[in-house]
């Protein structure tokens, strides 16, 4: 708790310290730097602890003599790396995938460095070799012809941690190989069609295989994490899903980002521009689009607005020609960017993962982190249980991965979407002090930018701190309105500035949960400890 209040005291003070400074400076010569009913308590079985078996284990009609102790439902990144991960532990796991062939999407192609510590955590940090994957050391801004450089706070880690950003696909094909590669796991393509439900408890699953063969499997738990388009998660959780904006994506070839081995993202007007490399010879482009409707791409009015609307937009002059080629070829993809918070209903025999239990804007690119932290505090949960045949006692003590996992979601969520409503334009003048300030503190390099980087990367996922330097940016922005004298007018901005900032932050605090994120100590399930064998 010392920590926590000296961080807070030292976050705001950054804040005085920021606008001090700018008093220090020469007023023509303005720094311009380049830029979720636990169930009813009742005795577990005592049985013998869960061992791997031989070879793998096939799928029967109607059949319980071969089940699995884990069902997952859905290969994707957070599906594979469970699979991996549990069968790693012993367990018998099966996974049903809709489609086992290779993705092809225009998101999840960045992972921050606290995201692959998940990953060497897991023991699947090889998933990221032989797929032309690039490493990401920070991130570059742009901002009216200005720019600036803010780079992880790596000093402390091994030369291999850094992000890494590739291909999606190759990817999640790399850990699905790893996973099929366990005897005791089994993936197999199908459609889940529906959760089997026995007075309340969920015993397995429904699909319907590749060939149309309608299959029933049984486990005593199921993990659900068929993604964004889940249609089995209604049962699970309380699904409250906004979509704030739409991402455009191409490809970019033949070109060198201006900061080789960064992000790139530049304050557009309406909203946000990104690119960062996929592999190393091609980077991605992603146009953010405010709202659920984007242009036509069949009519042509995708690509009008593309060159006419966001080439003129696109800050680094060595991208503009290759931006203009990609619109040129056609490959234009959309995807809607959805956030949704974490709002379980605990249910015996089954647990959500994975973005079909909470996502958050892909601005950040934290939503892998998060999968992969869930995921270790998940399998650290599991590892005491050599018995997982009593769903209800299982489910009641499993309360406490929604605590548990709180540090890390809640600190990666609320930045996401706070990021992204500073980071979008706004005809509201407080809202453009509040924008301006956020690249100005940036760009002041030191502290000012390795705390909320760090927090972006997933280094640090304190929520507190998060907050303090979030008031700290409105503080220095209240600042430069200020100084060198404060007008009525001014003063006015000023105090709407803290108003929108507050308005910002504190909705996504309340959706996150105020006790869980910051007090989760005084949460009953955050002391649950293992059922007696």
Request: with cysteine.
């Amino acid at each position: 708790m010392d920590q926590y209040v000296w961080e807070t005291i030292l976050a705001v003070a950054l804040g005085f310290v920021a606008v001090y400074g700018i008093l220090a400076r020469n007023a023509n010569a303005r720094r311009k730097s380049f830029g979720k009913g636990g169930a009813e308590d009742r005795e577990p079985r005592a049985t013998a602890a869960t061992t791997p078996i031989d070879g793998i284990f096939r799928s029967k009609n109607n059949d319980a003599s071969d089940d699995a102790d884990v069902i997952i439902v859905g290969a994707g990144v957070a599906g594979a790396a469970l699979a991996h991960t549990l069968g790693k532990d012993g367990r018998r796991v099966y996974v049903v995938e809709r489609d086992l062939s290779e993705p092809d999407r225009i998101v999840g192609e960045l992972l921050q460095p606290g995201g692959y510590l998940k990953l060497i955590e897991l023991g699947l940090e090889d998933c990221v070799e032989g797929i032309d994957a690039q490493r990401v050391f920070g991130y570059a801004l742009f901002k009216d012809g200005k720019r600036t450089r803010v780079a992880y706070p790596l000093e402390k880690f091994d030369s291999d941690v850094s992000g890494r950003s590739f291909h999606n696909g190759r990817f999640i094909q790399r850990m699905r190989e790893k996973a099929a590669s366990l005897p005791n796991v089994r993936l197999e393509q199908g459609t889940v069609t529906s959760l089997l439900e026995e007075k309340g408890v969920i015993r397995g699953v429904q699909y319907k295989t590749k060939s149309g063969e309608e299959l029933i499997k049984y486990a005593p738990l199921t993990v659900v994490c068929d993604g964004c388009f889940s249609n089995l998660r209604r049962s699970l959780c309380d699904p409250k899903v906004d979509v704030p904006s739409c991402f455009v994506g191409l490809v970019l070839e033949n070109c060198q980002l201006p900061f080789a081995d960064h992000g790139h993202v530049v304050l557009a007007d309406p909203s946000p521009i990104l690119f960062y490399p996929i592999s190393s010879t091609e980077v991605r482009c992603l146009v953010d689009v405010p709202g659920q409707k984007v242009p036509s791409i069949s009519n042509g009015e995708m690509a009008k607005y593309l060159k006419t609307t966001v080439a003129p937009q696109v800050v680094p002059l060595e991208l503009h020609d290759a931006f203009i080629a990609a619109v040129d070829k056609g490959n234009i993809r959309t995807m809607p960017n959805r956030s949704m918070p974490a709002a379980p209903h605990p249910t015996p025999g089954a647990l959500l993962l994975g973005d079909a239990f909470n996502m958050r804007h892909p601005l950040t690119g934290g939503g892998m982190t998060v999968a992969l932290s869930d995921i270790v505090v998940l399998r650290d949960l599991l590892r005491p249980l050599g018995d997982l045949n009593d769903p209800p006692t299982l489910c009641k003590y499993l309360e406490s991965f929604y605590t548990l996992r709180k540090p890390v979601s809640a600190t990666i969520n609320t930045l996401a979407g706070a990021l992204y409503k500073v980071f979008c334009s706004s005809s509201d003048q407080a809202r453009k002090e509040m924008r301006q300030a956020c690249f100005d503190y940036l760009s002041l390099g030191g502290v000012f930018s390795n705390g909320p980087v760090s927090l972006l990367s997933g280094l640090n996922p304190r929520p507190l701190s998060l907050v303090c330097h979030f008031f700290a940016v409105a503080i220095y922005g209240v600042g430069r309105l200020l100084l060198p004298f404060p007008t009525p007018k001014r003063m006015w901005i000023g105090a709407r500035l803290i108003s929108s900032a507050s308005g910002i932050i504190f909705p996504i605090i309340k959706a996150e949960g105020v006790r869980q994120m910051f007090f989760p100590v005084t949460v009953p399930a955050y002391y649950r400890a293992p059922p007696a064998k």
